[in-house]
């Protein structure tokens, strides 16, 4: 340990410790807060509470608005639309909100997508004192409530956490656009006279009401009538489950055939569990979706969802098909050029999703280089692992296991004491070191006497802050978080990207003169 310490203190900023208690860098507070954003879901996780984790991101949230608002609006439609995070990225808006109006209206609608961003907004405005928000908050948050179709409406038409539809509706007042539109925001009002409006005004609510009519009476074949209504009018699963409440096999196949791709993946299990997946002859309807590259690229599904999926059913069809789901999903991105040598971090503080998204990641980046160099897992100790031959990625990911501490630093010597070349080094991890070496130590050694043009990149899927390559490294790039969108990022690179806060502030926002 003091070695370590004497290393780090030759590099800058050696006073900054890990969650571990053990010496890290600390990086351009950019990158902290990218790392924030693309990472941290407000969940227990394995060195931080919530309630620390909560508190940590809005003082972040608020320096970034004082240091840099316009790079801040940058990084929270990054996060939104490339990272695909939600939660942070919207109370970051709020705390914008109270800094830059101009900004706030120019980002909200790449930020508020769709209804629960609007109620998860309200909150956080309430939390952060902010009450129901300037003149331009409204606004914007009226006109989201003015554009809602009948779709949305019955979706998310529940109470749901904090603000229902029917609450927001009373904070921002909005105004309708049409006739349709007043009929909508009325029957969301509960004020709607069904005798005064047209007979095929909204015939979607309409339906929904049927269904509660129906719910409400007793009679055979109540399954089957319930499935026709649904079928016809295309109607969303989650209202029509909030409102049968326990559904049976043909209430089940009738949304199923609706349902959004993430929404189908996300309820592969209830399907199976329920009998519209058996084990038997499988379901060609299904497959051809999971197996739908271009479809999975427009839904921005990430790998791990299909693998917690995979995880999660037993019907060895259906498993094949979403193994053959993350493999496109991959399949579509960018290539690494160069010889790879991807680490995976497989110490204890790993377990649970940091691992099966962990090993999601390092295979996808070891694949897009072209199986073209080493995948090594590392705890305090380092092995080789074999891909099988046409082994899937998510197949190969669930042969790992973990734990133990942590050493960064192990592959990284055992990579130098064998002579083992690479243009690109890969290490998904969380940072969490608790022993051995520090990795820049290693990563030095091995420049010196291997490669010293080696690139490094630091995959960090953990939000603990800290780092372990100080900033002035120009050969070594971090990212954050769980998104196929780093495999992008590690490619770009080999093409000339400086790194991800850059990246970030190179996004078109359309910036009104």
Same mark, same amino acid.
């Given at each position: 340990?003091? !070695? ?9 900023? #050696? ?8 010496? +890290?860098?600390r $990086? ?5 807060? &990218? ?13 931080s509470?919530?309630?620390?984790m909560?508190?940590? =991101?809005?003082?972040? !949230?608020r ?22 995070? %939600?939660?942070?990225?919207i109370?970051?808006l709020?705390? &914008?909100?109270?800094?830059?109006? %101009? ?10 997508l769709?209804?629960?961003?609007? =109620? ?20 914007a948050?009226?006109k ?17 956490r904090?603000?229902?539809? $029917? ?17 909508? &925001? ?47 009018? %295309?109607?969303?699963?989650?209202a029509?489950t ?32 329920n ?14 979706r ?40 991959v ?32 295979? #996808? ?22 891909i099988?031959?046409?082994? #899937?990625?998510?197949?190969a990911? #669930? %042969?790992?296991? +973990? ?10 010597? !055992?990579m ?38 080696a ?11 800290g ?5 002035e ?35 078109? &926002? +359309?910036?009104?003169?």
């Amino acid at each position: 340990m003091g !070695h370590a310490l004497d290393v780090l203190k030759n590099h800058a900023l #050696s006073d900054t410790h890990n969650a571990e208690g053990y010496p +890290c860098f600390r $990086r351009d507070w950019k990158e902290e807060y &990218l790392q924030m954003l693309l990472t941290n879901t407000i969940s227990q996780i394995f060195y931080s509470s919530e309630n620390i984790m909560r508190v940590e =991101a809005i003082e972040m !949230h608020r320096f970034a608005a004082d240091e840099d608002p316009e790079f801040m609006a940058r990084a929270l439609v990054y996060a939104r639309n490339e990272g695909f995070m %939600r939660l942070q990225p919207i109370i970051g808006l709020a705390v &914008l909100s109270l800094v830059s109006p %101009r900004l706030f209206k120019l980002i909200f609608d790449k930020v508020i997508l769709i209804i629960p961003d609007l =109620a998860e907004f309200t909150l956080a405005l309430e939390s952060l004192g902010r009450g129901q928000g300037g003149r331009a908050v409204k606004s914007a948050a009226a006109k989201k409530l003015s554009s809602i179709d009948e779709y949305a409406a019955i979706k998310y038409a529940g109470d749901g956490r904090g603000y229902s539809l $029917r609450d927001l509706l009373r904070v921002y007042h909005p105004k309708p656009r049409d006739e349709k539109s007043a009929d909508l &925001l009325k029957y969301i009002s509960g004020k709607i006279d069904w005798d005064q409006t047209a007979p095929d005004a909204l015939p979607q609510v309409r339906a929904i009401e049927a269904l509660k009519k129906l719910h409400s009476q007793d009679f055979p074949n109540k399954s089957a009538a319930a499935a026709a209504i649904i079928s016809e009018h %295309r109607l969303p699963h989650n209202a029509v489950t909030g409102i049968l409440g326990k559904i049976d096999s043909t209430v089940w196949a009738a949304l199923m055939e609706d349902m959004p791709l993430f929404a189908l993946v996300r309820h592969l299990s209830t399907l199976e569990r329920n009998g519209v997946i058996a084990s038997g002859e499988p379901d060609e309807r299904i497959i051809k979706r999971l197996t739908d590259g271009p479809a999975i690229r427009r839904a921005k599904i990430l790998p791990f969802r299909f693998s917690q999926a995979w995880q999660q059913v037993e019907t060895a069809w259906l498993r094949k098909a979403l193994e053959e789901a993350v493999d496109l999903s991959v399949d579509c991105l960018p290539d690494i050029k160069g010889r790879t040598a991807v680490l995976l971090d497989v110490s204890g503080s790993m377990d649970g999703r940091f691992l099966m998204a962990g090993g999601v990641l390092a295979l #996808s980046a070891y694949r897009k280089s072209g199986n073209d160099g080493n995948l090594f897992l590392f705890n305090t100790g380092v092995e080789h692992f074999e891909i099988r031959e046409g082994e #899937s990625i998510v197949s190969a990911a #669930s %042969r790992i296991e +973990c734990g133990g501490g942590t050493d960064t630093g192990v592959a990284l010597r !055992h990579m130098t004491n064998e002579n083992i070349f690479a243009d690109n080094i890969v290490i998904v991890t969380d940072e969490q070191q608790n022993t051995g070496s520090p990795f820049y130590q290693g990563l030095r050694r091995y420049r010196k006497k291997v490669n010293e043009e080696a690139r490094a990149f630091v995959v960090d899927v953990a939000p603990y802050g800290g780092a372990m390559v100080p900033t002035e490294d120009d050969r070594t790039f971090y990212c954050f978080g769980w998104s196929d969108n780093i495999i992008s990022f590690i490619a770009q690179n080999t093409e000339g990207y400086k790194d991800l806060a850059a990246q970030v502030s190179a996004i078109d &926002l +359309c910036w009104e003169q």
